[in-house]
């Protein structure tokens, strides 16, 4: 199993990124996708959910109205489109895959699988 994101980088406030997340080894189209973030000295935070057959997707608050999560199931692709950056998202952000539906879709042991993380950084 491979989970590895991309597209991170520095831009600055108010600018975009799209992060992708490649995965392999697994049934895609059966796992509930989500992306996390985490900065130095904090716990890894749930950002974004979208499940295995896109019935429901939830945002954290901080995010709502800039961040998109979506899928492409033929190319086994999770993406996070993330407008209007703010030097506040700036973290490390991972991408996680959980077989249907996670017991808590917020909580990062609920999850099987998980990527090296991208890091992103907004300069104000």
């Known amino acids: 199993v491979q989970l590895v994101e991309s597209g991170g980088g520095l831009v600055q406030n108010g600018g975009s990124l799209r992060l992708s997340c490649a995965t392999s080894g697994f049934t895609f189209s059966s796992y509930t996708l989500s992306w996390f973030r985490q900065s130095p000295g904090t716990e890894r935070q749930f950002v974004a959910v979208?499940?295995?057959?896109?019935?429901?997707?939830n945002y954290v608050d901080s995010v709502k109205g800039r961040f998109t999560i979506s899928r492409d199931n033929a190319k086994n692709m999770l993406y996070l489109q993330m407008n209007n950056l703010k030097p506040e998202d700036t973290a490390v952000y991972y991408c996680?895959?959980?077989?249907?539906?996670?017991?808590?879709?917020?909580?990062?042991?609920?999850?099987?699988?998980w990527g090296q993380g991208a890091q992103v950084t907004v300069t104000s």
């Open positions: 979208l499940t295995w057959n896109e019935d429901y997707t």
């Open positions: 996680a895959a959980h077989y249907l539906y996670p017991s808590s879709i917020t909580t990062r042991g609920a999850y099987d699988y």
